[in-house]
């Protein structure tokens, strides 16, 4: 992570813990408030508007949920998964029983 990402994430988590919205302009200002030197304007845009709307504590405290749904308990994933499958199998069996039924087949 280059210096510039590096301030701007710290300035981003000062905002974030005090309650303010994340803004380039108040991003900018804890920057140069610290004496951080060489951190160009794009990086605190970037970093607002990729945190825009966006609940940062939250963020922090999801980090390695993945976002998806949980993982299923043990034993029920698989027997869940199998009627599923069935259902499906008895489908396209019951497609070809009626092409079957009609007389005449592919090769006929």
């Known amino acids: 992570m280059s210096h510039a990402e590096l301030a701007a994430s710290y300035a981003a988590l000062i ?11 108040k ?6 408030a610290a004496n ?13 508007k990729a945190l825009e709307g966006k609940d940062v504590k939250d963020i922090l405290l999801n980090v390695g949920s993945g ?5 299923p308990a ?22 070809e029983e009626s092409d079957e039924d009609m007389g005449f087949g592919l090769f006929d």
């Open 36 to 48: 951080v030197e060489d951190v160009e304007p794009i990086w605190t845009t970037l970093f607002a």
């Open 15 to 25: 905002l974030a813990d005090d309650g303010v919205d994340i803004t380039a302009d």
């Open 27 to 32: 991003l900018q200002s804890l920057i140069k």
């Open 67 to 71: 976002g998806g749904a949980a993982a």
């Open 74 to 95: 043990a034993g029920t994933g698989a027997t869940a998964d199998a009627p599923q499958e069935e259902k499906v199998e008895e489908k396209e069996e019951e497609k």
